[in-house]
């Protein structure tokens, strides 16, 4: 499946001038390299998260924390959410950095008045948990690392809802098709997904 990069409609702050790759700890100028050093680093990082989750409810603060832990060693802007304006990916335009903090507390008030989708059944929680997904990635609060770290944000949301989330069991691109489509509010396609997900 075809792979996108992020874009700015305007300056590209966050790179390295006149490059894609996004300035970081180590110096490194080619992305190759880089996503080569983030994929092992953040592996590890997602491990111990998943031995020990870190505590909160759920809000900004909460998936702010996870992003930071994940890839505070490789960014300086970890844990941060983005700033400039509008930012695509590939035909996909996110929410515009000034409306993140709005729009979280918007999708957190419907996930807190569904008590974060807890003594539902499997059937249910796919199904919500698909429209919650929708929204989240909607939103995509960072400039990179969003489907790493939701996808821990909602495996310890699953989890405190009596599930597991295995996202093994599903290939990448079945899970990148499925987000796209939602995304159009299409969500039956992540539904199916997750029902293999969820266990």
């Known amino acids: 499946m075809q792979e996108y990069e992020y874009y700015y409609a305007g300056t590209e702050f966050y790179c390295y001038p006149d490059t894609k790759v996004l300035v970081n700890k180590f110096g490194i100028k080619d992305n190759l390299i880089l996503s080569d050093v983030e994929r092992k680093i953040t592996a590890l990082k997602a491990l111990e998260l998943k031995e020990n989750p870190i505590d909160g409810i759920f809000d900004l603060n909460h998936l702010c924390n996870i992003h930071k832990f994940i890839f505070s060693e490789i960014y300086e802007w970890a844990g941060k959410i983005r700033g400039g304006d509008y930012m695509f990916k590939g035909d996909t335009m996110f929410c515009r950095a000034i409306f993140i903090e709005q729009s979280f507390d918007e999708y957190y008030k ?6 974060f989708l807890q003594e539902l059944e499997k059937a249910v929680f796919c199904e919500r948990l698909a429209y919650h997904m929708g929204e989240l990635n909607a939103i ?5 690392g969003n489907g790493r770290t939701c996808r821990l944000y909602f495996s310890q949301l699953a989890e405190n809802a009596g599930f ?3 996202f093994s069991n599903v290939k990448e691109d079945e899970l990148l098709k499925a987000d796209i489509a939602e995304f159009k509010r299409e969500y039956e396609p992540l539904i199916d997904v997750l029902k293999k997900v969820v266990q």
């Open 110 to 115: 419907k996930l807190k008045e569904e008590t």
């Open 140 to 144: 995509h609060p960072y400039r990179d």
């Open 164 to 166: 597991d989330l295995i």
